[in-house]
């Protein structure tokens, strides 16, 4: 996932943007039009009410098996309101409490209009659980300008060249946007084939192409990293809009699935084209030319150049000759830290019957996981410690060439 901090505001604003802001959609239950689906946060498409998200209400449990007028029920104790005074609501993230398996909880947070909103802050000033509702709505940083006649590169078409890519053809640059490996369709008939019959391409496999290495992975849609500004939001809504479950906007931890990514990634890709973006595939970079610590353009392996002074690279981590490239060119690099770590397998059912107890199997629930850490203390230890990196259902390890005589394993 990619947020509106991997385009350089700076550069946008040098190529003569202007400030302009675009609507995100959010999933609203209107009773007067009996809809519950994605629609922009001003007018119901239903019935052409207006619907202004007002107050943000947390943690309001419910039982796992709940029918959906709980939801609404739960709201009036809450808020101490009677029926009439509840416009309308719509579930901004559902969770679930199994500390104890007997009893699961579906915890919701939940944004709530009603008639009585000032009074119901002032009611609830000093309560956490009830605040105004925040302003998700997703703003363009910058428009191009009218005539635009230079058109910035994205090198690589993963998850960050490919929002990347989106969000420059959204605010109007036509972005030329440079993979080496093969459209996703091209590129699942090259990696199933290897690993089925070991015919290996060195530019079409599970690691180059369309969509990156993520592609045929289930598809997870969380991460640690706090999100206080809702640019993830963003993300999701466009996966959404590419044909994805609008539960991913909800639901705790959501996944996609491996097969219904390849769609997805076929039609941001149309989108991109339909703003005025071109993707170009087999494509692979050999060369940037930097002059006086300024890009001024890139050279493709076949020898053709492009010139531009806007290039975003977003490589991912296994093209090596691109990183040595770099290296040559005397673009500063710095190695991250990681982490080495073992695989511990459970069969799936042993999880889910720890965490769920009798509950093992609920739809709502899915698929089980748990979370392990260690904290070392001590001076041999330097701090550091050991902790489960991801829970995986489902899954299996995979050799994951770069080379033909070159592989990493991985989930």
Same mark, same amino acid.
């Given at each position: 996932?990619?947020?509106?901090?991997?385009?350089?505001?700076?550069?946008?604003?040098?190529m003569?943007?202007?400030?302009?802001?675009?609507?995100?959609?959010?999933?609203?239950?209107?009773?007067?039009?009996?809809?519950?689906?994605?629609?922009?946060?001003?007018?119901?498409?239903? #019935?052409?009410?207006?619907? @202004?998200?007002?107050?943000? @209400?947390?943690e309001?449990? @419910?039982?796992?098996?709940?029918?959906?007028?709980?939801?609404?029920?739960?709201?009036?104790?809450?808020?101490?309101?009677?029926?009439?005074?509840?416009t309308?609501?719509?579930?901004?993230?559902?969770?679930?409490?199994?500390?104890?398996?007997?009893?699961?909880q579906?915890?919701?947070?939940?944004?709530?209009?009603?008639?009585?909103?000032?009074?119901?802050?002032?009611?609830?000033?000093?309560?956490?659980?009830?605040?105004?509702?925040?302003?998700?709505?997703y703003?363009?940083?910058?428009?191009?300008?009218?005539?635009?006649?230079?058109? *910035?590169i994205?090198?690589?078409?993963?998850? #960050?060249?490919?929002?990347?890519?989106?969000?420059?053809?959204?605010?109007?640059?036509?972005?030329?946007?440079?993979?080496?490996?093969?459209?996703?369709?091209?590129?699942?008939?090259?990696?199933?084939?290897?690993?089925?019959? /070991?015919?290996?391409?060195?530019?079409?496999?599970?690691?180059?192409?369309?969509?990156?290495?993520?592609t045929?992975?289930?598809?997870?849609?969380?991460?640690?990293?706090?999100?206080?500004?809702?640019?993830?939001?963003?993300? %999701?809504?466009?996966?959404?809009?590419?044909?994805?479950?609008?539960?991913? %906007?909800?639901?705790?931890? *959501?996944?996609?699935?491996?097969?219904?990514?390849?769609?997805i990634?076929?039609?941001?890709?149309?989108?991109?084209?339909?703003? !005025?973006?071109?993707?170009?595939?087999?494509?692979?970079?050999?060369? @940037?030319?930097?002059?006086?610590?300024?890009?001024?353009?890139?050279?493709?392996?076949?020898?053709?150049?492009?010139?531009?002074?806007?290039?975003?690279?977003?490589?991912?981590?296994?093209?090596?000759?691109?990183?040595?490239?770099?290296?040559?060119?005397?673009?500063?690099?710095?190695?991250? *830290?990681?982490?080495? !770590?073992f695989r511990?397998?459970?069969?799936?059912?042993?999880?889910?019957? #720890?965490r769920? /107890?009798?509950?093992?199997?609920?739809?709502?629930?899915?698929?089980?996981?748990?979370?392990?850490?260690?904290? #070392?203390? !001590?001076?041999?230890?330097?701090?550091?410690?050991?902790?489960?990196?991801?829970?995986?259902? !489902?899954?299996?390890?995979l050799?994951?060439?770069?080379?033909?005589?070159?592989?990493? *394993?991985?989930?």
């Open positions: 996932m990619v947020s509106d901090r991997a385009l350089p505001i700076a550069a946008l604003w040098d003569g943007g202007t400030i302009e802001s675009s609507g995100l959609p959010t999933r609203w239950a209107c009773p007067a039009s009996s809809l519950s689906r994605m629609f922009a946060p001003n007018v119901c498409p239903g #019935c052409s009410s207006r619907i @202004l998200p007002m107050l943000r @209400l947390s309001v449990k @419910l039982p796992l098996n709940h029918p959906e007028e709980a939801i609404a029920t739960a709201i009036y104790r809450k808020l101490r309101i009677e029926p009439k005074d509840l309308r609501y719509s579930i901004f993230k559902r969770s679930y409490d199994a500390r104890k398996r007997e009893n699961i579906l915890v919701y947070i939940l944004d709530v209009e009603t008639s009585q909103e000032k009074q119901l802050l002032q009611r609830f000033k000093k309560n956490p659980q009830i605040r105004p509702t925040p302003d998700t709505t703003r363009l940083v910058t428009r191009a300008p009218a005539g635009l006649s230079e058109r *910035p994205v090198i690589g078409n993963g998850p #960050c060249g490919m929002f990347a890519g989106l969000l420059l053809a959204q605010m109007g640059f036509r972005p030329i946007i440079l993979e080496r490996g093969k459209a996703v369709h091209e590129r699942s008939v090259d990696t199933f084939g290897f690993w089925s019959k /070991g015919k290996f391409n060195p530019e079409s496999n599970a690691q180059f192409g369309e969509g990156g290495a993520g045929f992975s289930d598809g997870k849609l969380y991460s640690r990293i706090k999100d206080n500004d809702h640019r993830g939001r963003k993300a %999701l809504q466009e996966l959404v809009n590419a044909g994805a479950a609008d539960e991913i %906007l909800y639901i705790n931890k *959501p996944h996609i699935g491996t097969y219904r990514l390849v769609k990634v076929e039609q941001i890709r149309n989108t991109i084209q339909s703003l !005025g973006g071109e993707i170009r595939f087999q494509s692979r970079v050999e060369d @940037l030319d930097i002059q006086d610590g300024q890009v001024e353009g890139i050279r493709l392996v076949d020898g053709e150049y492009l010139a531009s002074r806007h290039v975003i690279l977003a490589v991912g981590h296994s093209a090596r000759d691109t990183f040595e490239m770099l290296h040559q060119r005397g673009v500063y690099l710095e190695p991250k *830290p990681f982490s080495i !770590g511990v397998e459970h069969p799936q059912a042993t999880i889910d019957q #720890c769920f /107890g009798e509950n093992a199997g609920h739809p709502v629930l899915g698929a089980a996981d748990y979370k392990l850490v260690y904290h #070392c203390t !001590g001076a041999q230890t330097q701090g550091r410690s050991v902790y489960s990196f991801v829970c995986v259902q !489902g899954d299996r390890w050799l994951l060439h770069l080379k033909p005589d070159v592989s990493s *394993p991985t989930a």
